[in-house]
Structures are given as C-alpha cells and as structure tokens.
C-alpha cells in the first residue's frame, strides 16, 4: 500500500522520500557528545527522590568489554522523569567482588536530557570471561549494585553458557514473576526478543495492572511506558543479575510494523516514521547498548554479534525495522504467490549480506540466531480450507526464508539455532528449506520462547495441538502456558528446558520446567532430554 505511493521499489527498502528529512534530526542527534562533555554537567544535586529507581542493567558483552546501564529517574512515571532540564554527573564503579574492595575501573559519565538522563558507560579493558559487580552514584544517591561478566576470548572453547530466552511482557496482563525464578538460574545471559513493552493506552488488556496513558507516540510516552515497566522490581532485579542482549519486536514501536508502514490503512509514512524515532530513542535510552546501536531519527542499528568464545556466536537480528510490508493484508494465508514472491524480504539486504558474512567466517560450534517472529513454517487448519501461515512471520517471506535455510545447508553453517519470541506460546521446531518435506533431513533447529506474561494464564494443551502436530511435521513440542527458555550450551549438546508459570495473575506463582529437550552437535533433531 504505502510504499507504492511513496515510490518505494521492491529490495531498496532505505529509498523512499521521507527518509531525506531525517538528515537534520540526525546531524542534531549527532551533536550529542558536545553536550555530553561532562564540564558541562552538575555534580552533586541533592534528590529529594531516589533517582535510581529504574535499577542498574549490562548488556553486549565482549572478551574486555560490557555496556553498564542506568536512567536517573526519581519520578518515573513523568516524561522527564523528574529530572531538570540539564546534565548530570554519575558516577560509576566496578569491581571483581560485591563488597567493592577490589575496585578495578571507575570514572564520570554524564547523564544528559538529550538521552532522558540515560547512562552508557562501556568499560573497556576488562579481563576476559569473568564476573564483575557495578553500580553507581549521583549526588547523594547510590543505585543498586548489578553483577555483570566478560565472554570468554574467541579461540578458547568454554565448556558451558547458561542462559534464557525471554519476550513479550505486557504488563496489564501478567506479573514477571517468572524473572524471580531466572533470577535463580545462575545464568550468564540474558536475550530477550521483543515486546519489551506494549504501546497500547491504559487499560486495553488490564488484567492485573494498568499501563499509565493512552496509546504511546510521543517520545515522552515512549519513555514513560519504559520506566512504567522496568521500575517492576523482578524486571530490574533479572537486569541485575547478568548483562542482556536485546532486541526488539513490533511493540516497542507500533503492532506489527513492518519499516515504515503501520498495520492501520491510511497512516502518513511521514509521521509514522517520526513516531518511530521517538520509539527507538526511548528504546536506545532504557537498554544496556553500546553506541554503535544509537539512533540516527527514524534509523536504529540494533543488528550485531555476540561471541561467546568458540562455544557460540549470536547473531541478534532486526525482522521489524527492514522489512517489506507483510503480504495478503497480513492475515494468515497459504503460501500463495505473495507469500512466496522473491522480492520481498524480511531482513534487507544490507543485514542479509551481513548475516552470511558473519556466518561464513564463524568458529563457534553453535550458531545462534536470536530473532523475533517463527521461522517453521507452521499452518493452521481451518475447515476444508488449505494450510494457513501467518504473514506477520517467516513464512510471508518464504522464499527468502528458504534461500536463507539453504545458505545453512550447502555452506555447511555449524549447529544453527533459530531463537524466536513474538507469538506467545512455546514451540521447539525442526526447521528443513521447505518444512513441509518431512523426507527431508533438518537443517536447524528452532526454540520459541513463550511470551513472560502476555495474554494472562495460558494452555499446556493448545487447542488443535493434536492437528498442529499431524500437519506440521517439523514441529516437536508446542506449549500454551507462559514463562521463558532456559538453555545450557556445551561443546557436545545443546538442551533448552522450556520454564512455566503456574499463574501469573496472583503474586508467588510458581515457576518449574514443563519440558526438557536436547540437540547433539552435529544433528540439528529435537530430542528429549
Ligand atoms: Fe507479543
Ligand atoms: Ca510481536
């Protein structure tokens, strides 16, 4: 629809008219250092609020490296977060022990009203593959102490990565109760895959708990609803516990958004690209990411590696921001001609070139690609009707989806993972170039994380499972309930528990393992653990 009229041409998604007034936006975005420079910035007001009620957080660790995070914030539910309207000295401080005697590397960064008194400090330097603790002070006010860790140097191969997998919090309609338990994990990572937070206006699906607002467009509503949701003391606490690698879906903009097109009829691309500058600032300000990741107006390059040693490369990737338009009007299909038309892509072409790049010269033994919508080609029954596939994911991109699992193929890629959120129930898929030939062998296989807390209480029997799993070959496991993935990662195999929570519309749900699956390197078949 849109891009018709905006000229746009099939696999040139960066062409389009509107993209020339963000030239401006983001030289001004640019001029952020200058009014970073800490001379500029006060030191020690005294806050009549705790400013650091948002917590601390980590994220994209490297062998020497790890971005530590806060946003002083003493009013959170207020655009400014209660802040005045100029920089502010921070402090930070990190140490190899929680008491902070072994004090190894500290210094000054600004907080600045440009980037909603966000900090980013990335700590260079650092000895790899071990565990530090963080925190920071401004003024009078000390934060929370978050314990953080380096990767292991790439050609040294770890013996084990612990993590889990998360996405989809609303926080009308559940509590994160299931972050308490992960917080218990002892876990090296975290990734979480999108719907970080929900855009939509106060009480659309309260259950347990109220957004504050209406539906957020603003850069301000963009900032509350981040605040509103990370000042949940299970959140920050899980932010706490070990660094994050992030990326986003749909909602931390717009329901399922593809580039610059809204799923609504009649949204001018202008606007609706001014709205997801405001988006991905407030996301670049409430996330532990390195520069490299800030914004430029509507342009955010959130894409990028993570090395675990040799053990595993994750490759985080970006399904929203590049995108053609989802095709037959985004509702589930067959695989007609739109949905196999070789000129659309879901990743573009500049990450698509990136990703091969990065996959043909990996050394690590498991190839993780952490990403947002299902990459199984999943069809639902319906009555006599053919198979229907959702357009909003993979298989509305289905020939790119197949040149893709043929790259893994023919290039011999070792031990891909697909890691994937956005759909709110859990799944564990063998993925083959085209899904529907149970004849022939898999290629790689597929974790989905079941959403944290979106749509309430859910099923351990979807219903129709029995017929999901007679029509859909590759599919292993399917679960409706909510909770995340826990994974433990050796040179040998690959197991992924699938956690649950009982309730999370009641405080002290309990939280426990529904099923337990594992992948032997070299052989990309879902079996029991
Ligand atoms: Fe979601
Ligand atoms: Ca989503």
Not at 390 to 401: F, I, K, L, N, V
Not at 432 to 441: C, G, H, I, L, T
Request: charged share 25%.
């Amino acid at each position: 629809m849109g891009q018709d009229a905006l000229g746009r041409r099939a696999g040139t998604p960066w062409r389009r008219v509107s993209r020339r007034q963000w030239l401006a936006h983001a030289a001004a975005l640019e001029s952020i250092p200058l009014l970073a420079r800490a001379s500029f910035a006060v030191d020690a007001p005294a806050f009549p609020h705790d400013p650091f009620t948002l917590g601390v957080a980590s994220g994209d660790p490297d062998a020497s490296s790890v971005v530590l995070w806060t946003r002083l914030a003493p009013r959170p539910l207020e655009p400014d977060g209660g802040m005045p309207p100029e920089p502010v000295n921070v402090r930070w401080e990190m140490a190899t022990d929680e008491a902070f005697r072994r004090v190894v590397a500290s210094g000054i960064a600004p907080a600045t009203p440009p980037l909603g008194h966000s900090v980013h400090v990335e700590v260079p330097g650092l000895a790899a593959d071990r565990w530090y603790w963080y925190r920071f002070h401004a003024g009078d006010a000390t934060s929370p102490v978050g314990r953080t860790r380096t990767c292991p140097e790439p050609g040294v191969l770890p013996q084990r990565l612990r993590f889990a997998v998360t996405s989809c919090q609303n926080y009308e309609q559940g509590l994160f109760t299931a972050y308490a338990r992960m917080a218990q994990d002892d876990l090296d990572l975290v990734c979480h895959l999108g719907d970080y937070i929900y855009e939509y206006e106060a009480g659309r699906n309260g259950t347990v708990r109220t957004h504050a607002g209406p539906e957020i467009t603003t850069l301000g509503g963009y900032r509350v609803r981040h605040a509103q949701y990370r000042a949940d003391p299970l959140l920050h606490g899980m932010h706490a516990a070990c660094p994050w690698l992030v990326t986003w879906d749909d909602h931390e903009f717009d329901n399922n958004c593809a580039d610059d097109v809204s799923e609504e009829t009649g949204v001018d691309a202008t606007a609706f690209l001014e709205r997801r500058a405001n988006a991905y600032q407030a996301y670049y300000e409430a996330m532990p990411l390195r520069s490299a990741s800030r914004p430029r107006g509507a342009d955010m390059r959130l894409y990028r590696r993570t090395r675990f040693g040799d053990l595993a490369d994750f490759l985080v990737l970006d399904t929203r921001q590049y995108r053609d338009d989802q095709p037959n009007g985004d509702r589930r299909s067959p695989l007609n001609d739109a949905a196999v038309d070789p000129a659309r892509s879901m990743l573009g072409r500049t990450q698509k070139s990136w990703l091969c790049g990065e996959l043909l010269t990996s050394r690590a033994t498991w190839n993780v690609l952490a990403q947002q919508v299902m990459m199984g080609l999943v069809g639902f029954r319906k009555g006599e009707d053919p198979l229907g596939y959702s357009m909003d994911q993979w298989p509305g991109y289905a020939t790119e989806r197949a040149e893709l699992l043929r790259f893994l193929r023919e290039r011999r890629i070792a031990n891909p993972v697909v890691l994937t959120g956005d759909i709110h129930s859990a799944w564990a898929n063998e993925l083959r170039v085209d899904d529907r030939r149970a004849d022939e062998p898999p290629v790689a296989t597929e974790f989905v994380a079941t959403s944290l807390s979106s749509g309430g209480n859910g099923p351990e029997r979807p219903a129709g499972l029995d017929q999901i799993l007679a029509d859909n070959p590759g599919v292993r496991f399917h679960n409706g309930e909510r909770g995340y993935i826990r994974c433990e990662v050796t040179p040998a195999a690959w197991r992924s528990d699938f956690m649950v929570v009982d309730d999370v519309l009641r405080p002290g749900g309990r939280t426990f393992p529904r099923a337990s699956f594992v992948v032997t390197a070299g052989d990309p078949r879902v079996q029991p653990a």
